[in-house]
């Protein structure tokens, strides 16, 4: 018989428990558990970054993250980056920029692009090293859809609009 265990995590900004089995993928318990469908399974692998959550504010593949990994820790997954019925501005700019075709690889996309535009990795570049720095950092994350100019402009065009109001 498996031994669960409870675990307590804040997720998206509120506190949660689950019980279950510490070697249970974080993308599990998200999707199972939390019932948080936002992040997807590509591979399972820790390849595609379709599972892409922030795990105390750091860009990890869920898939990979067992959850007696989380306790006492804070994920934020899709789902957590909006404020209420406003889209962060990767979001918008991923919607208004045509960055987001199927959806599969979406969600981690925009976790992790998040990251890139709130930390400010490419603040105060110019347009070419800003492009080049986001398609590296973007590039855990694969798209069968498009050919990423797309999603680069929505992150650029994101990163503008936060530093603008900054």
Do not use: F
Request: with cysteine; aromatic share 2%; charged share 20%.
């Amino acid at each position: 018989m498996e031994r669960l265990v409870k675990i307590a995590l804040e997720v998206n900004g509120a506190p949660r428990t689950v019980e279950c089995s510490p070697w249970k993928r974080l993308l599990d318990v998200l999707r199972e558990d939390l019932r948080l469908t936002g992040t997807k399974e590509g591979c399972g692998e820790g390849e595609c970054g379709a599972c892409t959550v922030m795990l105390d504010g750091e860009v990890v593949n869920s898939c990979l993250v067992a959850a007696g990994q989380c306790g006492g820790r804070v994920v934020t997954t899709v789902e957590g980056l909006a404020r209420g019925d406003v889209l962060h501005a990767v979001q918008r700019a991923l919607v208004a920029c045509g960055g987001a075709q199927c959806g599969i690889c979406t969600p981690g996309i925009a976790v992790c692009a998040t990251h890139i535009v709130d930390r400010g990795l490419i603040a105060n570049r110019d347009e070419a090293s800003a492009r080049a720095t986001v398609r590296e950092l973007l590039a855990g994350n694969i798209c069968r859809c498009t050919g990423y100019q797309l999603i680069v402009d929505a992150v650029i065009a994101a990163a503008r609009e936060v530093g603008a109001s900054r």
